[in-house]
């Protein structure tokens, strides 16, 4: 079995995977009356001729240390996750090597921070931390088969 730590996450190590959903250090612009900041287009919606849908999923949590299981990917979308809470989650994610997953990384996403996967990452399915939490995901649906799952050994996640 193999074992891997979390780390925290950062644009820069999150990027071969997606973006990362936070405000910026400075908004483009203030709209509103001057009352608002727009942290313009934070990530791109890749939809391969399907359309942008938004939902909310609820997940029941885990703790730490996590044996993963199941990773899956979803070749003709993008999907960003972004949490309605107010607790810290995971981001399980891993590169594709030849059609299957290679080495896992386990980011650890802050509250009101969300991540935005790019079409075909692999990443593990929904992770909050110790209790319940529902996510505003934003994904494609349409024609095509737009999911792959697949079963790995387990990795032990630790912090």
Request: glycine share 10%.
């Amino acid at each position: 079995m193999t074992t891997i730590r979390v780390e925290p996450i950062t644009a820069e190590a999150f990027a071969p995977y997606g973006e990362v959903l936070a405000p910026k250090a400075a908004a483009d612009k203030m709209i509103n009356e001057g009352r608002c900041e727009r942290h313009h287009a934070l990530a791109t919606v890749e939809r391969h001729g399907g359309e942008a849908i938004i939902s909310i999923f609820r997940s029941e949590p885990v703790s730490l240390p996590y044996a993963c299981t199941l990773l899956e990917r979803h070749p003709l979308g993008s999907q960003a996750f972004m949490p309605m809470g107010p607790d810290q989650w995971l981001s399980v994610v891993a590169p594709d090597e030849g059609g299957k997953p290679g080495e896992p990384r386990a980011f650890l996403v802050p509250a009101g921070t969300g991540v935005n996967l790019r079409a075909g990452v692999w990443h593990g399915v929904l992770t909050p931390l110790d209790r319940p939490a529902d996510f505003l995901v934003v994904d494609r649906a349409g024609e095509g088969a737009n999911l792959e799952e697949v079963r790995i050994s387990a990795v032990t996640i630790t912090a």
